[in-house]
């Protein structure tokens, strides 16, 4: 995958999320464009022996982007794959909500 392909599926998902504010949402537990949970950069931080400081790092664009490289490259170059990943972790990507987080997702890329 090309990391402009890359940069089109971060934007796409920043849109579905709809928080250009960096701000809390889901009462506390997501935070920045790509609403991330203390618990995915957890994950991240123990999996790949990074530092990412939430919620600080999860505000910035170019910080989460790379927490969402990470945290989905267990989808390959599948772009659907990492979407679903992404909403619903490696357990829960074959979930109904999760093909239709990636419908969302998909549409601003068509």
Same mark, same amino acid.
Request: net charge positive; glycine share 10%; with cysteine.
């Given at each position: 995958m090309t990391s402009t392909m890359m940069a089109m599926l971060i934007y796409a998902v920043s849109l579905v999320e709809g928080n250009p504010s960096g701000g809390y949402v889901d009462n506390g537990h997501s935070v920045g464009p790509l609403?991330?949970?203390?618990?995915?950069?957890?994950?991240?931080?123990?999996?790949? *022996?990074? @530092?990412? %400081?939430?919620?600080?790092d999860a505000r910035s664009y170019e910080k989460a982007s790379q927490v969402f490289i990470l945290y989905t490259q267990t989808g390959g170059e599948d772009l659907g794959e990492r979407v679903r990943i992404w909403n619903k972790g490696k357990r829960g990507m074959s979930k *109904?909500? @999760?093909? %239709?987080?990636?419908?969302?997702?998909?549409?601003?890329?068509h």
């Amino acid at each position: 995958m090309t990391s402009t392909m890359m940069a089109m599926l971060i934007y796409a998902v920043s849109l579905v999320e709809g928080n250009p504010s960096g701000g809390y949402v889901d009462n506390g537990h997501s935070v920045g464009p790509l609403c991330i949970t203390k618990a995915c950069m957890d994950d991240v931080n123990r999996i790949h *022996k990074t @530092a990412f %400081r939430w919620p600080q790092d999860a505000r910035s664009y170019e910080k989460a982007s790379q927490v969402f490289i990470l945290y989905t490259q267990t989808g390959g170059e599948d772009l659907g794959e990492r979407v679903r990943i992404w909403n619903k972790g490696k357990r829960g990507m074959s979930k *109904k909500s @999760a093909w %239709r987080y990636q419908r969302k997702v998909m549409n601003y890329l068509h």
